[in-house]
């Protein structure tokens, strides 16, 4: 029976670096227990926010074995993502043989191609290994857009892909691939400030960003949403959404990382071209950040 691990509070965890730009492992490690001590369900590392475009291969490999010794029974579940359809395989199978108990799969970096070609580039993951899949659809981000006629007919042609993470802003996206796929895929929400409108429509996950500073208010809200609907949630979403909006834009990852700085859950190093922000940018972030924090409801895992 292929397993569903995608559901739940999955944190889009960071990629920590030490002073000379190499990854910090032991933090890493200590990053995702506390994710998890908080009440996330797994992990989802080398993604976007994971920087996972400017790792080597070897570093992807690395982050793995860190996180699938520090997740202990929680899953770890890496973003599959390469220039070449060749070495998103490599990286699929890299990631099962480490330990990893299933996998995000992202178009090809920089390549937008047609349809045809974007089918064949997934299905080559999907079909790479026996682990379940998260089909990824963001395409703002990626410029590919997967269409709920498209996701549905993905599905039916591979039995281990079980999940769908949208993130495309329309949340009447939930609801046309459901109407679809029905029970088949789980469906997930990918953008933080969409988060309670996501899983009202029908999301059984959310794959999520500042969770990386705010953790057990990550999951209170999810929590909250799911359980208990959108009146219960709206009063932790109102004090949330200005820093779930950080997560919304192109520099997002700084961003992000600044907040951890701010909590004091790592720092805001970042691999280049990226560099943290600085000027109005980061004057307004630190506002919001330091905002938040000082009206900080009172909840627990």
């Not at 965890?13 to 032991?26: K, N, R, S």
């Not at 996330?40 to 570093?59: K, R």
């Not at 609801?175 to 999301?203: C, H, S």
Request: glycine share 8%.
């Amino acid at each position: 029976m292929i397993q569903r691990p995608f559901r739940g509070v999955l944190p889009a965890i960071t990629t920590p670096f030490l002073a000379d730009g190499t990854i910090d492992h032991a933090f890493l490690a200590k990053h995702a227990e506390w994710q998890l001590s908080a009440g996330c369900n797994g992990l989802i590392p080398l993604g976007s926010l994971g920087e996972g475009a400017t790792l080597s291969f070897s570093e992807k490999v690395s982050v793995l074995k860190t996180l699938v010794s520090a997740a202990g029974s929680k899953p770890v579940l890496p973003g599959i993502a390469a220039l070449s359809t060749r070495d998103a395989v490599a990286l699929a199978q890299a990631a099962e043989q480490a330990g990893c108990r299933g996998l995000m799969v992202l178009p090809a970096y920089v390549h937008v191609g047609d349809m045809r070609e974007a089918r064949a580039h997934v299905e080559a993951v999907i079909r790479a290994t026996h682990l379940p899949c998260m089909l990824y659809n963001n395409p703002p981000a990626y410029r590919t857009d997967f269409t709920p006629p498209f996701i549905a007919e993905l599905a039916a042609a591979n039995p281990n892909l079980v999940a769908v993470k949208e993130s495309s802003g329309d949340a009447r996206r939930v609801t046309a691939i459901k109407a679809l796929v029905l029970a088949r895929l789980d469906l997930l929400v990918g953008m933080d400030d969409m988060a309670v409108e996501g899983i009202a429509m029908g999301a059984v996950g959310w794959v999520a960003g500042l969770v990386n500073a705010f953790p057990v208010e990550t999951v209170a809200l999810f929590c909250a949403a799911r359980d208990h609907g959108v009146a219960k949630a709206m009063p932790l979403y109102h004090w949330f959404l200005p820093l779930l909006r950080l997560d919304t834009v192109p520099e997002f990852v700084q961003l992000i990382k600044l907040a951890q700085q701010e909590v004091l859950q790592g720092n805001e190093r970042v691999r280049g071209p990226r560099l943290p922000v600085e000027g109005a940018l980061r004057e307004s972030a630190l506002r919001v950040i330091r905002t938040a924090l000082s009206s900080r409801p009172q909840v627990g895992a």
